[in-house]
């Protein structure tokens, strides 16, 4: 059983910045490969970023990429998203995932709200 809870979502303003965080317990190795996903009202699911164990990532999805920042903390089980710089369409439920090396996303967290007003 692997748990994956996320905390970090608010509501802040265009141009702010937030740090979510996804804890991870049970049984997952820490070879797991880590990502970010977020969903839109009314949108399909859209893959962020993903971590691996190394510390190296996936390229980020063109909406995020240099205002959003993936890292993680092996020993705390724990990754992180970064972002800067928000606009209102970066609002949507952020959800973190994670999957065996070559497998799939086939844990996921429960969600945590981002909005941003503009």
């Known amino acids: 059983q692997v748990q994956l809870v996320e905390s970090g979502g608010g509501l802040v303003q265009a141009g702010d910045s937030l740090r979510l965080a996804c804890t991870a317990s049970?049984?997952?190795?820490?070879?797991?490969?880590m990502g970010w996903f977020r969903q839109a009202p009314g949108k399909e699911r859209e893959f962020v970023v993903a971590?691996?164990?190394?510390?190296?990532?996936?390229p980020y999805a063109d909406s995020v990429k240099g205002r959003f920042t993936i890292t993680r903390d092996n020993a705390k089980k724990t990754v992180y998203l970064q972002m800067n710089s928000l606009k209102p369409e970066d609002t949507a439920v952020y959800y973190c995932?994670?999957?065996?090396?070559?497998?799939?996303?086939?844990?996921w967290g429960q969600g945590t709200q981002v909005t941003v007003s503009s």
């Open positions: 995932a994670a999957r065996p090396v070559g497998g799939d996303f086939s844990f």
């Open positions: 049970g049984r997952i190795l820490d070879t797991y490969v």
């Open positions: 971590i691996l164990r190394s510390g190296g990532t996936t």
